[in-house]
């Protein structure tokens, strides 16, 4: 009976962590602003073409409400993700992106290794505990980039002959 082996996938750490940062400042601008619904408008508007049968039915204002209650719900979900996937990471992890990125009051790395957690921790600690919850984060997300292999690589030049 053979065993089964699960290797981890290496991933691209410059193009998974902009993914990482980039859906979590997504996660920041849902937090931070206020969804403007939309209305339906109240005029007519004059055009110098004549109307023509498309065969699409125009409902603006049925268009309006299913965008009035689709779009918030979206966010929240969106959010809800997010949050469900930083609660998932251990206590520092979770300290670590939560003071880093969730809060909105902190943009410095230095700020939260000196300050966020009870024991101040090194700065390589620090990069170190980040990609490891950004590793974790992108699997529970499903946005991380893979690594490309790479082939053998060759020289330019003249061979020796």
């Known amino acids: 009976m053979t065993q089964m082996s699960f290797e981890l996938p290496e991933f691209d750490r410059k193009a998974t962590r902009a993914a990482v940062e980039a859906a979590l400042e997504k996660y920041r601008i849902y937090k931070s602003t206020l969804f403007e619904s939309r209305e339906a408008k109240t005029t007519t508007e004059w055009s110098a073409t004549p109307r023509s049968d498309t065969g699409v039915t125009s409902d603006q204002t049925g268009n309006i409400a299913a965008y009035n209650v689709d779009e918030p719900a979206a966010r929240r ?18 300290i670590l992106i939560t003071e880093r990125y969730l809060n909105t009051d902190c943009d410095f790395d230095y700020l939260v290794y000196n300050n966020a957690f009870d024991q101040p921790i090194g700065e390589t600690t620090y990069y170190t505990l980040k990609w490891k919850a950004f590793y974790k984060m992108a699997l529970n997300l499903n946005i991380q980039v893979l690594k490309k292999e790479k082939g053998p690589k060759r020289t330019a030049g003249k061979a020796k002959s």
């Open 77 to 94: 979900a969106y959010c809800k993700r997010i949050e469900d996937a930083v609660n998932a990471l251990p206590k520092r992890e979770r």
